[in-house]
Nanobody, 123 residues
Framework: QLRLVESGGGLVQPGGSLRLSCAAS????????IGWFRQAPGAEREGVSC????????MFLDSVKGRFTISRDNDKNTAYLQMNNLKPEDSAVYFC????????????????WGQGTQVTVSS
């Protein structure tokens, strides 16, 4: 059974860093693209970043370019989202999701999702 579990969220001060992890089980992550999405209260879910099965990286949000980095470790069956210089507007529940091979910015094109991890940026 395919399963995704996010971790690494928490409360951090503005300017701080967090590294989110997305651990996959029940399947081999190697042939999947992994997307990171976020959803703030009252807002729609938005795509943050995606990494394809051949390590092509896409950042969907201009606001996180230069601050967030997506990566994957197929040996550990895990993907990561390194978030630096966090801002209060980055506060949201962050989700990882997978689809075969290639990335997409539309959340509807991802079939399998984790449960999310809360990120709160506040002083």
């Amino acid at each position: 059974q395919l399963r995704l579990v996010e971790s690494g969220g928490g409360l951090v001060q503005p300017g701080g860093s967090l590294r989110l992890s997305c651990a996959a089980s029940g399947f081999e992550l190697e042939t999947y693209a992994i997307g990171w999405f976020r959803q703030a209260p009252g807002a729609e879910r938005e795509g943050v970043s995606c990494i394809s099965s051949v390590d092509v990286k896409t950042m969907f949000l201009d606001s996180v370019k230069g601050r967030f980095t997506i990566s994957r470790d197929n040996d550990k069956n895990t993907a990561y989202l390194q978030m630096n210089n966090l801002k209060p507007e980055d506060s949201a529940v962050y989700f990882c999701a997978v689809r075969r091979l290639t990335c997409a910015g539309d959340a509807r094109r991802f079939k399998d999702w984790g449960q999310g991890t809360q990120v709160t940026v506040s002083s």
